[in-house]
């Protein structure tokens, strides 16, 4: 069955996080966790759903964005795109006239993502796989003819990437049955949004620690004193023999970053996230030297615009950890680009989540990494947010904080329909409550 694709819907949906401070860090002040959220329809009633995740205001731009690329899309079959999947990808970031609002960058990878997050799922559907398990069983020059090469050649060659995966099938399948029985693991950031109260703070700590969590990441930025208190109280709560990260969320200056981790070195941050300007490649490489001395490594990639952008970071040594995000690259095609660079560097991979099905997305992209890819765990882990899940046919399975393979074929994407109506935007139920926000 071919699987033509015959319309391509997209809706504003939107989550007032806002109201109880869920996400708040010292740039974003007062998120409302959104999606621009992507259903695809094909002559045989099969779907795909695909989402990118947005902050609230402007995820009408984002609908108008997918709405531009729709008709690159409808009247294709899912055969045809996937044969030549590098291919498609390209057709979607390179059209003569809309690449000038990009290229592959802002709005248009936003909306380019959300498309192919849905044509993935589709796939994954069509085959009754997970999409991990569908990339797992992938044969390597498979999964190197999805992605685009352009630009990164420098750093990284087809044979290169081949050479890689191939290498990689030595263990896989030992490395498949661990995921199956142990998971990912996680670390949280649900504990310490930099809008929560401290009495807030220290009840989540305590439930966290009493479900296995040993790994916590605690936002900074807005005041140098408040942060050395928040993170002396989380650093005795948690113990000295557990993680502890710091998140800027993008607030400083290079010397400015520099002096401020320095002066939060005692409690023993095993990174500072996103110090600076997420486009300053040579910034964060100047923060990462003056850094490591203190034992701080830097960690970015949640708005790193393309892979581009990160084999610079890569060849910069302008970042310890690289944080891939499943909305904000070009889908699955450009985070395998960014996992096989990230491989040759040698610099694990630990990506963002949360949001609105942030989670659901990468923790098909992780067990497709240590499965096929990479092969270790050592520095590695995926973030986790305890947001929203419910609203989604199948929400991540966290165990002993680990994400646990899902089962259900495609790409978690799905959402529950009375959800997106309730929380579609502005005519949702719930807008309708809060509309005057």
């Not at 694990?348 to 240590?370: K, M, N, R, S, T």
Request: with cysteine.
């Amino acid at each position: 069955m071919l699987h033509k694709i015959t319309n391509l819907t997209v809706r504003d949906v939107r989550f007032p996080t806002s109201l109880e401070q869920h996400g708040s860090d010292a740039m974003h002040t007062d998120p409302d966790y959104s999606a621009a959220y992507v259903v695809i329809d094909t002559d045989c009633g099969l779907k795909g759903f695909g989402l990118t995740f947005t902050l609230g205001k402007g995820t009408e731009i984002v609908v108008c964005a997918v709405e531009a690329l729709a008709g690159l899309v409808v009247g294709k079959s899912l055969q045809e795109i996937v044969s030549d999947f590098r291919g498609f990808y390209r057709l979607l970031t390179s059209d003569s006239q809309m690449r000038w609002l990009g290229p592959e960058k802002g709005v248009t990878h936003l909306a380019t993502a959300a498309v192919l997050n849905a044509v993935w799922d589709l796939w994954a559907r069509a085959e009754g796989k997970p999409l991990w398990k569908l990339l797992v069983d992938m044969d390597p020059k498979q999964i190197v003819s999805c992605i685009d090469f352009r630009y990164i050649t420098d750093v990284l060659t087809e044979d290169e990437a081949l050479d890689i995966l191939v290498k990689a099938q030595k263990g896989k399948q030992q490395r498949e049955d661990q995921m199956l029985r142990e998971g990912y693991p996680a670390y949280t950031t649900s504990c310490a949004w930099l809008g929560y109260s401290d009495q807030q703070l220290k009840q989540l700590c305590t439930d966290a620690l009493k479900s296995g969590w040993t790994k916590f990441k605690v936002k900074v930025g807005a005041d140098l004193e408040d942060d050395i208190r928040r993170c002396r109280l989380i650093r005795q709560m948690i113990g000295a023999n557990n993680t502890l990260m710091i998140d800027a969320n993008q607030r400083w200056d290079v010397a400015e970053a520099i002096s401020w981790v320095s002066r939060l070195a005692e409690f023993k941050p095993l990174w500072i996230e996103e110090p600076t300007s997420p486009d300053d490649i040579l910034g964060h490489a100047a923060i990462s030297k003056a850094l490591a001395p203190l034992g701080i490594g830097v960690a970015t990639g949640e708005q790193c615009h393309n892979r581009v952008m990160f084999k610079q970071f890569l060849q910069a040594s302008a970042l310890q950890f690289v944080q891939i995000d499943s909305c904000r690259l070009g889908s699955v095609n450009e985070n395998l680009a960014v996992l096989l660079m990230a491989h040759k560097f040698q610099v694990p991979v630990c990506p963002h989540a949360g949001g609105v099905g942030l989670c659901e997305l990468v923790q098909h992209l992780i067990l497709f990494d240590y499965v096929c890819v990479s092969g270790s765990l050592s520095h590695r882990m995926c973030e986790y947010v305890d947001h929203l899940h419910e609203h989604f046919t199948s929400p991540v399975v966290i165990h002993d904080a680990h994400y646990m393979p899902p089962k259900d074929p495609g790409y978690s994407c799905e959402m529950l329909e009375s959800s997106v109506q309730r929380h579609q935007y502005p005519e949702g139920d719930v807008w309708k409550l809060h509309i005057n926000k």
